[in-house]
């Protein structure tokens, strides 16, 4: 595990130019390396890579380097991405023993609690501005006694609303059902532009749904499901019947594989308003299709990250409205027949039965003692036991699903969809 000192340096690097205001000594990458106690070329390889991520910029022909943005628009979180390889952080030795049940396992068992390390340590760093850091070296060398320290959470986010009238909140929770992880993202992508710190209830869990959990009227929820045949996964109990609002702001997204969402976000919304939810935005966006690998395979790319961020600045926007207003979404009432579509997968001779499909499945329908089958009563087709299996030898064998493969997959590769966002008035 390592981080080297880019990052750090880069940080340095950046304060120096957001606090330089001597015209007569312009914040040269000389200048910097001399603050930094390193060499000038090391200095001008991490400006380069600043300039790259469009955080610096400077006219043609002069030494001297600016900041592109505001400095309270900078995150240590995009500082970090900018110059830091996303590996670096937790590198995995690369040649375990494939012969071996653990070498062969160990990636596969490491990449959920290092990636959600990580996403940890990257959200704890984009709770903290430039700004923050700069008013922190001024409280420090005493010129401003006023500002506060950036290594009290509290006292940062008292900074950051002071600085940018409460840019972001300081808490909001992300509630979601995501058994391949594409609503997973979209929601917490969503949540991360929103607030400092983010509570996670992963309904996709039976134990987390069986658990009942409350929010009142100053929290802040964002809701996420999958759409399946246009209507939210029938599971028993409900997916959010168990999550109970009073009067309390919420975001309703569904994630669907570019066909249509039809009247998945409207029951979304219905079944939340009626547990004490106030809706002030909600949203569909494009993620994997499950059943189709040529669609959507790469969503969300850039432009739909971009309409996340436009997204959540919206969301923010009404929050600071006296009068909210109420949401309307798209879809009927009566909702249209809901569909169990089941194609059971079942293990194929590579199975070691090692039980990890039972782990992901989020309606118990593997038994763990024997993984051969899937229970077609309780399985909801959708795949997490297919695509988590460490050893690629689950699939889902049934003539309905390769007929629907032959002809709705070339259809709905064809046209990319864009997101659809919609907002309380
Ligand atoms: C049973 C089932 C039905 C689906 N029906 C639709 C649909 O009606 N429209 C659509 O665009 N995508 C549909 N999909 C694709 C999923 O909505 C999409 O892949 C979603 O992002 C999966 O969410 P997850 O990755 O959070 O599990 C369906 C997937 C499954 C498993
Ligand atoms: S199908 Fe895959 S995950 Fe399930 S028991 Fe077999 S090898 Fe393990
Ligand atoms: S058995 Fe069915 S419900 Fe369970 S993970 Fe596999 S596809 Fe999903």
């Known amino acids: ?32 390396a001399k603050s930094a106690g390193t060499n000038p070329v090391v200095i001008r390889r991490i400006l380069s890579q600043l ?5 610096l910029e400077s006219g043609p022909g002069k030494p001297e380097t600016k900041l592109k943005k505001a400095a309270e ?19 995995v030795h690369p040649n375990p ?3 071996c049940w653990i070498g062969h396992n160990i990636h596969s068992t490491l990449e959920g609690p290092l990636r959600r390390a990580q996403s940890a340590m990257e959200a704890e760093l984009d709770a903290v501005s430039l700004q923050d850091v700069a008013e922190d070296l001024l409280y420090r060398a005493g010129v401003d006694r006023d500002a506060k ?11 950051k609303s002071k600085i940018s009238g409460g840019r972001k909140m300081k808490k909001v929770t992300a509630v979601y059902f995501s058994p391949t992880g594409g609503t ?36 802040l929820v964002i809701f996420g499901a999958p759409v399946y045949a246009g209507r939210l996964p029938i599971i028993e109990g409900g997916i959010f019947d168990r999550i109970e609002g009073e009067n309390t702001p919420a975001v309703f997204t569904v994630s669907y594989g570019n066909r249509e969402f039809d009247d998945a976000l409207l029951e979304e919304m219905d079944i939340c308003q009626k547990h004490g939810f106030r809706g002030i935005a909600a949203s569909g966006w494009i993620a994997p299709h499950t059943f189709f690998d040529s669609v959507a395979a790469d969503r969300p790319d850039e432009k739909d990250l971009q309409a996340v961020e436009t997204f959540a600045d919206k969301v923010k926007g009404i929050l600071e409205r006296e009068e909210q207003g109420s949401l309307t979404v798209p879809g009927n009432r009566p909702y249209k027949e809901a569909k169990r579509i089941v194609y059971a997968p079942e293990a194929e001779e590579a199975c070691v039965k090692c039980g990890f499909c039972a782990t992901v499945c989020p309606v118990g329908a593997i038994d763990g003692q024997h993984p051969e089958k899937s229970d077609p009563k309780k399985c909801i087709s959708c795949l997490a036991c297919v695509k988590k299996c460490p050893r690629e030898a689950r699939i889902a064998r049934d003539p309905g699903l390769t007929a629907i493969r032959q002809k709705l997959e070339p259809v709905l590769a064809s046209a990319r969809k864009e997101p659809q966002v919609f907002f309380a008035e």
Do not use: C
């Not at 340095?12 to 015209?23: E, T, V």
């Open 1 to 32: 595990m390592s981080i080297n000192t880019r990052f750090p340096v880069a940080v340095h690097a950046l304060a120096l130019i957001a606090l330089n205001r001597n015209g007569e000594r312009p914040s040269t990458s000389e200048l910097i």
């Open 51 to 55: 300039k790259q991520a469009g955080l």
């Open 73 to 91: 628009e900078i995150s240590l979180g995009e500082i970090y991405r900018a110059v830091q390889d996303r590996e670096d952080l937790f590198s």
């Open 97 to 99: 023993s494939q012969q």
């Open 149 to 159: 320290k950036t290594d009290n959470p509290a006292a940062a986010g008292e900074i």
């Open 184 to 219: 997973e993202r979209y929601v917490k992508a969503i949540a991360e532009k929103l607030a400092e710190e983010v509570e996670i209830i992963d309904l996709t869990k039976p134990e987390t749904r069986s658990r009942s959990y409350r929010f009142g009227p100053d929290d």
